[in-house]
């Protein structure tokens, strides 16, 4: 069984850096690619971040990239998601995720979710 438990949410001025964690309590942490999504209010969930069972191979939505990092530890059953230079538009509650097919960048390709933390980033 896949439980998801988001982390590291909060409140930051625009410029600055969150990392968020999610841990895994099952047994088979890497058995799953792993991503981060996030939902503004009014907005879809859209995807944020993805990396695969090994940690090898990672993508990123073109709005983060060069600004947030996905990173995992398999030791530890936690994924984690460093985000940098924060910007107001950044603000959303973010989901991790667990997938048991490939390193999907879709929300549809991951069986299993956690119940978010907000990020709330002000100007």
């Known amino acids: 069984q896949v439980q998801l438990v988001e982390s590291g949410g909060g409140l930051v001025q625009a410029g600055g850096s969150l990392r968020l964690s999610c841990a895994n309590s099952?047994?088979?942490?890497?058995?799953?690619?792993m991503g981060w999504f996030r939902q503004a209010p009014g907005k879809a969930r859209e995807f944020v971040a993805a990396?695969?069972?090994?940690?090898?191979?990672?993508y990123y939505a073109d709005s983060v990239k060069g600004r947030f990092t996905i990173s995992r530890d398999n030791a530890k059953n936690t994924v984690y998601l460093q985000m940098n230079s924060l910007k107001p538009e950044d603000t959303a509650v973010y989901y991790c995720?667990?997938?048991?097919?490939?390193?999907?960048?879709?929300?549809?390709?991951?069986?299993?979710w956690g119940q978010g933390t907000q990020v709330t980033v002000s100007s």
């Open positions: 995720a667990a997938g048991e097919r490939g390193t999907p960048t879709w929300l549809e390709g991951y069986d299993y």
């Open positions: 099952g047994r088979t942490f890497s058995s799953y690619a």
């Open positions: 990396i695969s069972r090994s940690g090898g191979v990672t």
